[in-house]
């Protein structure tokens, strides 16, 4: 392209940088970024937020601090992604009160928060067990006019149940569907699976017949669950506590 004389332009940087940084190869990344402010080339926001998102993959925290002060001194402001990213590559590399930092600097900003910057930040607190913390975000996503989605939900009812909370995770399920938020293929895959490594297959039957009720599928990992769980010799027990439906991979997990 250079030798015909095309230049790329701010979209076309973009995209392989992308590229390179979902690949770990973020020092090329960072190679094409110099080259493109060489040719000049004016980066944006997106540009910035994909740099940053590859040096927070591959753990470069330096340089994530090198670039948001970079883009600060062009007078460039990080979005509602920008601190998207930051929250949730924080919270991979441990550091969850630096996430927790960045999302209380976007509630301070007048650009508000996405349910996505809940969502990421509440599930990185249920993952730390600071469950507390994340119900107070949960209970919170109101007041900044927003409302929780699918995903939201999802994590706290997964939380819920991990805890032994069944009945709370049930009203939970329940508020969720009542306030017009049904639940998807995804969401309900992920409660069965919970139950059943909790053993309480009483309660997964009754979610694998909302699965069926709405003529959704089985995840691939559900039903390898199922399978493995028949694997423990409680097969004509657990016959009876699940839909017939399901009872053929309980009889594979016994060959």
Known sequence: MLDRGICPDTVFFNTIMDRLCKNERVMEAQDLFDLMVHMGVKPDVCTYNTLIGGYLFVGKMDEVSKLLDNMVSIGMEPDVITYNILIDGYS??????????????????????SVITFNIMIGALLKCRRKEEAKDLFDGIWAKGLVPDVVTYSLMIQKLIEEGSLQESDDLFLSMEKNGYPANSCMLNAIVRRLLQKGEMPRAGTYLSKIDERNFTLEASTTSLLTALASVG??????????????????????
């Open 92 to 113: 991979k590399n441990g550091k969850i009160d630096d996430a927790l930092v960045v999302f209380r600097g976007i509630l301070e900003r007048k650009d508000k928060p």
């Open 234 to 255: 409680k097969c004509q027990e657990y016959k009876g506590l699940l839909p017939e439906k399901y009872h053929c991979f309980l009889e594979q997990g016994t060959d």
